[in-house]
């Protein structure tokens, strides 16, 4: 920032006044200027009183949820920079807020202070590549209208502004250009965002978090949890290995059991890595228990505190059945693979040693009835879909990452972007459908 450029105007929209008061005291010092607003429509009514350069808003929010909040500042001010703020793994209203807010970045809470003050600084050198872009479009535009009315006679004069005019369309495309990347990384980060950490092992262990907070979301509801601990054992089902980011690749892919006792001890601490990172977000605090604890033993043998029984919290007991029903799947627990009959009857074998008897039982009698209930389903390419169709299967990129959930009602404009998708990858993607929504 210049010495004779007024200090930017940053505008946090947050329902949480202690992420307020967080983030002003981390941007304060960097010389912007900042407002807080507690809610959507307070940040709509200050934006109406005030010019802000950028906006950071959170994504859930009563009355008003982050996308929706967007997508007004985006259509009322769109010069303003917009940024998505949350805690909460939720693929489709972070599509809906790109899409509808054409967000500049999506930031994941809990946030790394020199990660989200970078964002706020690259976005706006971006704001103001864009308004330099606008104000040369504009002299070109001026400049050739200059041009249509000089006297033809006024040939030098005429060499001189058509200079003037290739150096302004060149700084066009620079600007261009610049923009041009950054959307790219945009595109990037939140690719990344449904992505995991996969070793040697690559795609496979990719959804091992989705398929684990799917069945650990069926199982609570099977044994009759409340709705809010229903939602907790989800989410710690997406989150509970968040505590190996800062593991090395082959730690990720190797079997458990083919681990030396010092890599044994460096993985045991995952749990309790996973709790601290999450802590700090008030929500997350009931979640960040479950992930302490997801690798206790009902006999007492687990880690890390050597939970027994009634001890180790229900949600967390889930957690252990459908972490290792799938882990013995993709062979992070065992020497191999295990098929899922085998996998199975490892939990069985292990009833009432590793695991609650209780919880076991209720997910051999989930496996049986999802097996014998399961949707009738038909394999189509993206060129028979039509809208209306519901998948019964999730989606995912070659490379890992989710494009779309089970259960997904398919739009006329979500057929476009996949058929887009096979066109720009040269990739075909298959699609599992109702057969009776063909």
């Not at 807010?101 to 003050?117: C, L, S």
């Amino acid at each position: 920032m210049s010495e004779t450029a007024a200090p930017a105007t940053l505008l946090f929209v947050d329902d949480e006044p202690s992420i307020l008061s967080s983030l002003r005291r981390l941007f304060r010092p960097h010389g912007y200027r900042i407002l807080i607003a507690e809610g959507g429509a307070a940040g709509l009514a200050l934006l109406e009183q005030e010019p802000v350069d950028l906006v950071i808003s959170d994504m859930r929010m009563p009355e008003m949820d982050g996308a929706t909040f967007l997508k007004e500042v985006r259509q009322r001010w769109p010069n303003t920079l917009r940024i998505l703020l949350t805690g909460y793994a939720d693929v489709t209203s972070t599509v809906a807020a790109i899409n509808e807010g054409e967000i500049y970045r999506y930031i994941a809470k809990p946030w790394d202070d020199n990660e989200i003050v970078n964002t706020v600084r690259e976005a706006l050198d971006r704001g103001r590549l864009e308004a330099e872009n606008r104000r040369l479009t504009a002299l070109t535009q001026a400049q050739n209208e200059e041009l249509k009315a000089l006297n033809a006679g006024l040939e030098q004069k005429v060499a001189e502004r058509t200079a003037e005019v290739r150096q302004a369309l060149a700084m066009v495309e620079k600007a261009h250009g610049e923009l041009k990347k950054s959307f790219l990384t945009s595109v990037q980060v939140f690719a990344g965002l449904s992505e995991l950490r996969s070793g040697q092992n690559g795609g496979i262990l990719a959804g091992h978090g989705r398929r684990v907070a799917d069945w650990a979301r069926n199982l609570a509801q099977r044994l009759a949890v409340g709705d809010a601990e229903v939602q907790n054992v989800m989410l710690a089902g997406l989150l509970h290995d968040i505590g190996k980011l800062g593991l090395p690749d082959e730690l990720l892919s190797k079997p458990f059991n083919m681990l030396t006792a010092d890599q044994r001890a460096q993985v045991m601490k995952h749990p309790q890595i996973g709790q601290n990172l999450l802590m700090a977000i008030e929500r997350f605090k009931d979640v960040a228990t479950l992930v302490r604890h997801h690798h206790e033993c009902f006999d007492g043998t687990g880690y890390p505190d050597h939970l027994a029984g009634m001890a180790i919290p229900l949600g967390a007991r889930i957690l252990s059945v459908v972490n290792d029903y799938d882990s013995l799947q993709i062979g992070t627990l065992v020497q191999r693979p295990l098929r899922a009959e085998e996998a199975l009857a490892f939990l069985i074998d292990n009833r009432g040693k590793r695991y609650d008897p209780t919880v076991v039982d209720a997910f051999v009698k989930l496996i049986a009835e999802t097996r014998k209930s399961g949707p009738v389903e038909l394999p189509l390419r993206t060129m028979h879909l039509k809208p209306g169709m519901m998948l019964t299967r999730e989606l995912a990129h070659r490379d890992g990452y989710l494009l779309l959930a089970k259960g997904s009602v398919l739009t006329a404009d979500i057929i476009s972007q996949l058929i887009r998708l096979e066109q720009t990858e040269q990739h075909n993607l298959t699609l599992y459908i109702r057969s009776e929504e063909k």
